[in-house]
């Protein structure tokens, strides 16, 4: 069975730094895409930064030059460092395991509070 459980959320001031983890459990890791969502209530779930099987990596939105995704296959687990934290970067982030035509995964969320 797969899971996706993320940590590492928090409250943290403006300009402060966290960063998110998320393990994989089911044996699909290695072969999957790998993403960080984030969702703000009322909003529109959007995508922060994704990397492939291969290690391509990309940024979209207000992520560009702040945030950074990187995965380790052999724990199962990618990560999301979050430098230069704004109050609009609070949201719920999810984490996503995808492959094409193939499975869609998605983790329960952790919550990223950022005060000003």
């Known amino acids: 069975q797969v899971q996706l459980a993320e940590s590492g959320g928090g409250l943290v001031q403006a300009g402060g730094s966290l960063r998110l983890s998320c393990v994989v459990s089911?044996?699909?890791?290695?072969?999957?895409?790998m993403a960080w969502y984030r969702q703000v209530p009322g909003k529109q779930r959007e995508l922060v930064a994704k990397?492939?099987?291969?290690?391509?990596?990309n940024y979209f939105g207000s992520a560009k030059g702040r945030f950074s995704i990187s995965r380790d296959n052999a724990k199962d687990t990618v990560y999301l460092q979050m430098n230069s934290l704004q109050p609009e970067d609070t949201a719920v982030y999810y984490c996503?395991?995808?492959?094409?035509?193939?499975?869609?995964?998605w983790g329960k969320g952790t919550l990223v509070t950022v005060s000003s």
């Open positions: 990397i492939t099987s291969g290690g391509s990596i």
């Open positions: 089911g044996s699909i890791f290695s072969r999957s895409v």
């Open positions: 996503n395991a995808w492959r094409w035509n193939d499975y869609d995964y």
